[in-house]
């Protein structure tokens, strides 16, 4: 596992810095190729063998969570309004019914 200090390939050392996961690397293995007909390459030697199967996955639910995260003040979950699927406002409303405005920010 890579550890900073370590030197890239570039020459450089590697920086230890924060990040968030948003997307997973499924490997599948042969387990599909096996079962499906057809999905198969011919390898140097004339004969015919499964692919080695993998996908990518980014997950919406993640991703959002991701830029949430990235843009949280200690106060709020805040952002753009652009980023927001619903526009909202999550209130107490005992006593706070006249100051409430009268239109939601962009």
Sequence with gaps: MAQEGY???????????RGI???NIFQLGYHYSTKM???VFVDQDGKE?????GC????????MAAMSKSITTTRASSGPMRLHPI???LCHWQGLKNRLPRSMPN
């Design 49 to 53: 063998k499964p692919y080695y199967m």
């Design 21 to 23: 996961e948003v997307g």
């Design 7 to 17: 030197i890239a390939p570039n020459g450089q050392p590697l920086i230890e810095k």
């Design 56 to 63: 990518y996955g980014i997950g919406l639910g993640r991703t």
């Design 87 to 89: 526009r909202s406002i």
């Design 37 to 39: 007909a057809g999905a």
